[in-house]
Every structure is written in structure tokens, then in C-alpha cells.
């Protein structure tokens, strides 16, 4: 048997994405991808992977994993509850930094925190064929590893490191910030199939995303925008963060997963920077709009990247000196105790 997790308990939803497939939109394929490239990417980071290699991304909450190779190497962005058990009983791990894994353990990933969407990398990357190129995983079509949709319980995901690297365990120096405060847009590219008060309700008010929010897009709840004629238009291409506006005058926020041509038309489209804080938003979340020019967005942009690339080269090793909570939870404290105290009557 090869080297690989086994998954115990799926969780929620939880699927292979990579950075996406490109490419093959004429075809009618989506990017998919990751909902949050930065979370991936920061995953990869801690043990040592290239950016865009493939990770476990869990909605919401994470899957019981047993290792099935002689040691991994893993990581999960986010803030999340992780447990890990070797025959006794659990204790916890820190999510935001590497962990050592030996055969037999069982991870237990739970609840994200603050977020919708977090990421675990494991060192090496998972042994499985691309399909267009891409280890995403793209539910509809049944496109991706696994027929792209989410492993169930007894999948094995085969490991191309059967034991892991002896090397320091990682973590970030400082969090990563995603920003705050108004998501940013450029108008358009249909700006003229809406009324001028359209606009200026979208960009001076808030929007919270509903319960329909999936990897395909972002139904937002609020004040209705209307369309000078029709929502109508003769279809053509979309990309991703588009938000599109159907006949009912409520916008909707296309994600990784988002069709790739579209008869709505668009209002505005969000720009990169802040495509991986919606990939992130949970239902309930409360969005406003600010509207930025395209040379503003390519900054922007631009000004992110120099942030991730700074995070990753403040990586650091876990103190060796001070407490370490791993090594605490994992040492057998109580015997320890009642040695010293049974010295004390010596």
C-alpha cells in the first residue's frame, strides 16, 4: 500500500484545490482553485512546498485523518482546532505552524474560526495525476483528483514523501493581515445597464452575504440595484469576483468555481487583492464597496504580493527554548508529579 492519509471522517466539505486550472474557460471549465490563494499559500510556506502545491482545503469544518506513512510533515493555515492522537488521549495542536506526524497518528482538523475556509499542506505534496494540468478539484463536472469531489471515509491520499524531511518545525514571525474595510471595485464592465443611483446605492451601502454562498459565488442580502432596461444581456465571458446582478436587483459575487460565460449584467468586478477575504467570508458577513481605478487595483495588487513574499521570508524556526505546548501536552506530567512528591518523604 502506498504511502499516504487515510481519511477517517471527511468533515464538512473538504476537497484538493491547488492554485487552479487555467486555460480552459473557451471549453466551459472554471478556474476553481483555492477560495483563499493566500491561505494556501501560506500552508505551503510552513513545510517548505512550492506555493501553488496542492493542499486539503476544509470548509468549515476539518476531516479525522490517520497517517498511513512511516512520518508527515503538516500544516493548517487559519485558526482552527487541531487534536492529534497516538493511542492515548488527544492534545492539541497550534494551527499556524508545522507539525511532525508519525504512521499510525490521528489528526482530528475542527472547527475554522473567523473564517469559512482554511488549508493543510502536507510536505512533499500528495502523489495524485493533474487533470488539465491542475490538481483542483471541480465538483460539478466530476473534474480534478478523486472525480473531483470530497473524499470519504477509507480514501487514501497517497504522499510523495513516504517519511518527512529532519528539519526544524516552522511558524510565522507575524499573521498575515487580509485587510478591512471596504471591498474594492472596478466598475463595470456593464456600468451603463444600471441607473446612476444603482451605483451609488452599491457603493454606499452594506451587503451580508446569505446562506446561498458557495465555491461558485456570493449571494448578498440587502438594498435591491436597478437596471436601466433589463439585467439581460447578450452572454459573454466572466471572471472571477464579478458580480453580476440578476433580474431580482441583488448582486451576486462569482468565486473559484463560477461559470464561465453569463447573460446578467455586471456591475463592477472586485479586484484580486481582495479576492481571498471573500473566499473567507462566512454567512452573515457584512460587505461595503469602494471603487478604484484599474491602475489603483494593479497596486494594490501588487503591494499584496510584496506582503506574502515578506511573510514567507519571516518564517521562522519554533523556539526550541521557552515552553513548547506540543512537547508540554505530549509529556507524561502525571508520573512525573507523583515521583516528586513521593521524594519529598525520602
Not at 482552527?80 to 495542536?93: E, N, S, T, W, Y
Not at 441607473?195 to 446569505?210: F, I, K
Not at 432596461?229 to 468555481?257: E, H, K, R, T, Y
Not at 518564517?315 to 505530549?330: E, F, H, K, N, S
Amino acid at each position: 500500500m502506498a504511502d499516504g492519509l487515510e481519511i477517517v471522517h471527511p468533515g464538512l466539505y473538504t476537497t484538493v484545490q491547488d492554485l487552479g486550472r487555467f486555460g480552459f474557460q473557451d471549453l466551459g471549465v472554471p478556474p476553481s482553485g483555492a477560495l483563499d490563494t493566500v491561505g494556501l499559500r501560506q500552508a505551503n510556506a510552513l513545510v517548505g512546498n512550492r506555493p501553488g502545491e496542492a493542499c486539503l482545503e476544509i470548509s468549515y469544518v476539518g476531516p479525522v485523518i490517520r497517517v498511513a506513512a512511516e512520518s508527515v510533515r503538516i500544516a493548517v493555515s487559519g485558526e482552527v482546532r487541531l487534536a492529534v492522537a497516538d493511542g492515548g488521549p488527544p492534545r492539541p495542536l497550534a494551527s499556524n505552524r508545522s507539525h511532525r506526524l508519525g504512521r499510525g497518528d490521528t489528526l482530528t482538523v475542527g472547527a475554522v474560526s473567523g473564517a469559512s475556509t482554511a488549508y493543510l499542506a502536507v510536505e512533499g505534496g500528495f502523489d495524485l495525476p493533474p487533470v488539465l494540468g491542475s490538481l483542483s478539484s471541480y465538483g460539478r463536472a466530476g473534474l480534478g483528483p478523486l472525480g473531483g469531489r470530497p473524499p470519504v471515509a477509507g480514501t487514501i491520499l497517497p504522499l510523495r514523501l513516504g517519511q518527512c524531511r529532519d528539519s526544524d518545525e516552522m511558524t510565522f514571525a507575524k499573521p498575515m493581515d487580509y485587510g478591512a474595510g471596504p471591498v474594492r471595485v472596478v466598475l463595470g464592465p456593464q456600468r451603463e445597464a444600471f441607473t446612476e443611483d444603482a451605483v451609488a446605492t452599491l457603493l454606499g451601502s452594506q451587503y451580508r452575504v446569505s446562506k446561498e454562498a458557495d465555491r461558485m459565488g456570493l449571494r448578498l442580502d440587502g438594498p435591491k440595484l436597478r437596471h436601466r432596461v433589463s439585467a439581460d444581456i447578450a452572454s459573454d465571458g466572466l471572471v472571477s469576483g464579478c458580480i453580476q446582478v440578476p433580474g431580482n436587483g441583488l448582486p451576486i459575487i462569482l468565486l473559484a468555481d463560477h461559470q464561465t460565460v453569463g447573460g446578467y449584467a455586471k456591475i463592477a468586478t472586485v479586484i484580486s487583492a481582495d479576492l481571498p477575504r471573500l473566499g473567507r467570508a462566512v454567512p452573515g458577513t457584512v460587505l461595503a464597496f469602494a471603487a478604484v481605478t484599474v491602475a489603483e487595483a494593479e497596486s494594490l495588487r501588487r503591494a499584496q504580493e510584496n506582503g506574502i513574499q515578506r511573510l514567507i521570508r519571516e518564517i521562522v524556526p519554533v523556539p526550541a527554548t521557552g515552553i513548547d505546548l506540543d512537547a508540554l501536552y505530549g509529556a507524561d506530567l502525571i508520573s512525573g508529579m507523583v515521583d516528586a512528591v513521593s521524594g519529598l518523604g525520602r
